[in-house]
């Protein structure tokens, strides 16, 4: 076995693989280290891993190779109700005929726990989840958001040092939804619990997570606090999948001094960060931020890159106005830019100067 990454680390996956036939990989060779008290989530794809990693961690999946480490211990071996781990899903998995109380009770019953403290762990986590009338009712007079945040005091209830959570809010309205992002989170930070979450949902992502690992294809395609992900994604699967990207394609004329010259493939030549390219030749795929790129003329910064734009689209969004532009070939460019007193509003058929400023702008792998 490899040495441990960290001698700080709380969860660990080293060289870990899965395969269910024997020939294709699910997870390949995962290498992950988590402090301890982190919020860190898998983000992905359907398909992508993301979810097979967390029922390994759970033990309801034994990894095909490698070793799957938690406070230090090796856990491959070791059943899931022997974890210590606090689970929860999308579809809250609560026993019906049971009450809210004894439905909380019971992992507490299943660890030969006496009564009265029971009693007094139950109260304490109906109360965190501010459910602490609800004790007496079923599952089925609950509401869907009621119930989540019943499995949620369920998975709190034995005072677990690891909790995974299985797409958790996906059943929820958005509005819900976003309110109980901030709750989870918070609960999370007071009790300084370590939480690994599985989601599809990038905002989700985005707003929750200390740092949150990108999977596809059975890899971590990059693990990076939220900012560093969307500022700096380090490759082309990345920048299109978390939040909204322009993409311009093109060939790479020359790398100097941290600069890479692309040659768009309408002829145009701009300046990019070169990220994912190492030498000229090479296709590249330029990923710009549509609040990067500016077309009132009095906001372009000294040093900004123009190119010519025409206006398919505008869109107006409340807070924000959403552009659809045709530039260098792309009928898919869109700026976004905020509602204030001096936005420009355009019409479609308007052609426009665009600009950005080279760093914000990244050559990536084709």
Request: glycine fraction near 8%.
């Amino acid at each position: 076995m490899s040495p441990s990454q960290s001698d700080t680390a709380f969860v660990e996956f080293i060289r870990v693989q899965k395969s269910y036939d024997g020939e294709n990989l699910v997870v390949k060779d995962l290498n992950l280290s988590m402090p301890k008290g982190e919020f860190l989530t898998m983000l992905g794809p359907s398909g992508s891993g993301k979810t097979t990693c967390l029922m390994m961690l759970a033990g309801f999946e034994t990894a095909t190779h490698g070793e799957i480490m938690l406070d230090g211990q090796p856990i491959n071996n070791i059943p899931p109700h022997k974890r210590g781990i606090g689970m929860v899903f999308q579809n809250y998995a609560l026993f019906p005929h049971m009450t809210v109380a004894e439905n909380l009770s019971f992992p507490l019953e299943v660890r030969k726990m006496g009564k009265s403290e029971r009693e007094e762990k139950v109260v304490r986590a109906l109360d965190m989840v501010q459910m602490g009338a609800f004790g007496g009712r079923r599952p089925a007079q609950l509401s869907g958001g009621q119930q989540q945040r019943i499995a949620l005091a369920r998975a709190l209830v034995f005072e677990p040092e690891l909790v995974l959570m299985d797409e958790p809010l996906g059943a929820l309205d958005k509005q819900l939804r976003e309110h109980m992002q901030f709750e989870i989170t918070g609960i999370a930070h007071n009790l300084g619990i370590t939480v690994v979450y599985v989601t599809h949902d990038q905002t989700e992502a985005l707003t929750m997570s200390d740092r949150v690992a990108v999977f596809d294809d059975g890899r971590i395609q990059q693990l990076a606090p939220p900012d560093e992900l969307y500022e700096q994604p380090q490759n082309s699967f990345v920048a299109q999948f978390i939040g909204e990207n322009n993409t311009l394609e093109g060939v790479v004329q020359s790398i100097e001094n941290g600069v890479a010259s692309v040659k768009l493939d309408d002829g145009e030549i701009i300046d990019a960060n070169p990220v994912n390219v190492s030498k000229p030749g090479e296709r590249t795929k330029v990923s710009i931020r549509p609040e990067r790129v500016e077309f009132n003329k009095a906001r372009l910064q000294e040093g900004a890159h123009t190119l010519k734009a025409e206006v398919l689209e505008f869109i107006y969004m409340g807070d924000v106005f959403r552009t659809r532009l045709r530039v260098a070939g792309n009928d898919n460019f869109v700026v976004k830019t905020r509602n204030a007193p001096d936005a420009v509003r355009l019409k479609p058929g308007e052609h426009i100067e665009i600009g950005w400023l080279p760093k914000d702008c990244r050559a990536l792998d084709a």
